[in-house]
């Protein structure tokens, strides 16, 4: 891939993944975080369990799924003509998860909040986001080589290239990494913002 087309897939992606989080932050934004909506009540008694010390870490197969999830996803997407619509659709839906939640958090603790999504979902923003981000560059232009094809246009470099499949072996570690931190170090990241949120 030249880096004329990386630069443009890199900005869509970009972009895509940011409409995503605005629209993920505005929902949550008019949702109804009063005092006896669910979504309160959900997180106040996260935040309870916090004060307490009786949360629980997230499971190693769970980190495991969030963090492979939409990477892995976007990976395979690559690999067919669906991927140039599947790709965008899987980077706003990760966006607009994250900033659902991350602005639910500071909609019902106010500035507080802040510091607890950053607990919840730091480590996870932190290490899987660009994972998805990178993915989902070099497989959004396989895809796009794909669609170029079927419409009778024939490249002369490789479609499945020895790079694509080389970030997604470092992706894989990272993530990797990514799930064992998300599973051992977010319970003492979340233990230590308590303590002084709370």
């Not at 619509?85 to 839906?93: D, G, K, R, V």
């Amino acid at each position: 891939m030249d880096k004329q087309l990386y630069k443009v897939i890199l900005s869509a992606a970009a972009l895509v993944f940011l409409i995503g989080v605005a629209a993920g932050a505005l929902l949550a934004y008019r949702m109804d975080t009063g005092a006896d909506s669910e979504i309160n009540g959900l997180l106040s008694s996260y935040a309870l369990h916090l004060q307490q010390g009786t949360a629980s870490g997230t499971p190693l197969w769970q980190s495991l799924l969030n963090s492979y999830l939409f990477p892995v996803l976007a990976f395979l997407s690559g690999f067919t003509l669906l991927g140039v619509a599947a790709i965008p659709i899987l980077l706003i839906l990760r966006g607009f998860i994250l900033a659902f939640v991350f602005t639910s958090f500071v909609s019902v603790f106010g500035i507080n909040g802040i510091w607890l999504a950053l607990g919840e979902l730091g480590i996870q923003c932190f290490l899987s986001v660009p994972c998805l981000i990178i993915l989902s560059i070099y497989s959004a232009n396989t895809a796009l080589r794909l669609l170029s094809m079927a419409r009778g246009r024939v490249g002369g470099s490789p479609l499945f290239p020895r790079r694509l499949f080389i970030r997604f072996g470092i992706c894989t570690a990272v993530l990797a990494i990514c799930a064992v931190a998300d599973t051992y170090l977010s319970p003492l990241l979340r233990g230590w913002i308590s303590s002084r949120v709370f």
